[in-house]
T-cell receptor, first 116, second 112 residues
Framework: AQSVSQHNHHVILSEAASLELGCNYS??????LFWYVQYPGQHLQLLLK??????LVKGIKGFEAEFIKSKFSFNLRKPSVQWSDTAEYFC??????????????FGRGTQLTVWP | GAGVSQSPRYKVAKRGQDVALRCDPI?????LFWYQQALGQGPEFLTY????????KSGLPSDRFFAERPEGSVSTLKIQRTQQEDSAVYLC??????????FGPGTRLTVT
C-alpha cells in the first residue's frame, strides 16, 4: 500500500526564514502529488499539486515544491515565511491508476509555527 | 459558490450510541470521499462514491461504519454502536475531476 512520510512534525521559524518541509512517498507507479494546508480553525485547502511536466511547481502564497522521482520526494519550500503561514501542512499522494482515482494518501502532517 | 458543508460540526456521543454525519458536496461534483482524521494524524481514506455508487469502501474500519449517497448528492456516514476509538474528525471531500478534491470543515466526533 502507498504510504507518505513527513519527517518534521513541528517546525518553528522566525519571520523571513526559509522553509523546507520534507515529504517522501512509497509507490513505484505513476503518482499525483499534493500539498494541503490547514490554517487554524479552517478546513483543508489545496496549496499546490503536481501531475506531470515541470517537476518544480508553484502554488499559492509563494510556496513551491519539487518532485524528484529518483528520491520519491516532493518537498515544499518557501524562501521567506510570514506569521500568516502558521498552519498545519499535509503532503498527499494519489496513485495514477486504480479503481479509486483520487483516493488521497496523507502524511501525518507538519505543524509550522512562525514567530513574528 | 458554496463549498462543501458538513453537519453537525461537533458531536458528542455516549459509547454505544449510533451517529449520523452529513455531507453536502459542491453542486455538480460527481465524486465524494470520506476520510477519518485521528488526533495528530493525517486524514485516512474511508470510502468513495461516484454519483450514487459506492465504488470503494475498503477504508471503513468495521461493519459498524456505513455510508450512503442515495441520490448522488448528499451523503451520510453512519456509525453504529460507537466506541471510544471512533473519536476523530470526519472529513468529507468532493470533486468534479478525479484529482482535485475540495474538503469540508469536518465533524469532530467525541465518544465518551
Amino acid at each position: 500500500a502507498q504510504s507518505v512520510s513527513q519527517h518534521n512534525h513541528h517546525v518553528i521559524l522566525s519571520e523571513a526564514a526559509s522553509l523546507e518541509l520534507g515529504c517522501n512517498y512509497s509507490y513505484g507507479g505513476t503518482v499525483n502529488l499534493f500539498w494541503y494546508v490547514q490554517y487554524p480553525g479552517q478546513h483543508l485547502q489545496l496549496l499546490l499539486k503536481y501531475f506531470s511536466g515541470d517537476p518544480l511547481v508553484k502554488g499559492i502564497k509563494g510556496f513551491e515544491a519539487e518532485f524528484i522521482k529518483s528520491k520519491f520526494s516532493f518537498n515544499l519550500r518557501k524562501p521567506s515565511v510570514q506569521w500568516s503561514d502558521t498552519a498545519e501542512y499535509f503532503c498527499a499522494v494519489t496513485a495514477g491508476r486504480g479503481s479509486t482515482l483520487g483516493r488521497l494518501y496523507f502524511g501525518r502532517g507538519t505543524q509550522l509555527t512562525v514567530w513574528p | 459558490g458554496a463549498g462543501v458543508s458538513q453537519s453537525p460540526r461537533y458531536k458528542v456521543a455516549k459509547r454505544g450510541q449510533d451517529v449520523a454525519l452529513r455531507c453536502d458536496p459542491i453542486s455538480g461534483h460527481v465524486s465524494l470521499f470520506w476520510y477519518q482524521q485521528a488526533l495528530g494524524q493525517g486524514p485516512e481514506f474511508l470510502t468513495y462514491f461516484q454519483n450514487e455508487a459506492q465504488l470503494d469502501k475498503s477504508g471503513l474500519p468495521s461493519d459498524r461504519f456505513f455510508a450512503e449517497r442515495p441520490e448522488g448528492s448528499v451523503s451520510t456516514l453512519k456509525i453504529q454502536r460507537t466506541q471510544q476509538e471512533d473519536s476523530a474528525v470526519y472529513l468529507c471531500a468532493s470533486s468534479f475531476l478525479p484529482h482535485e478534491q475540495y474538503f469540508g470543515p469536518g465533524t469532530r466526533l467525541t465518544v465518551t
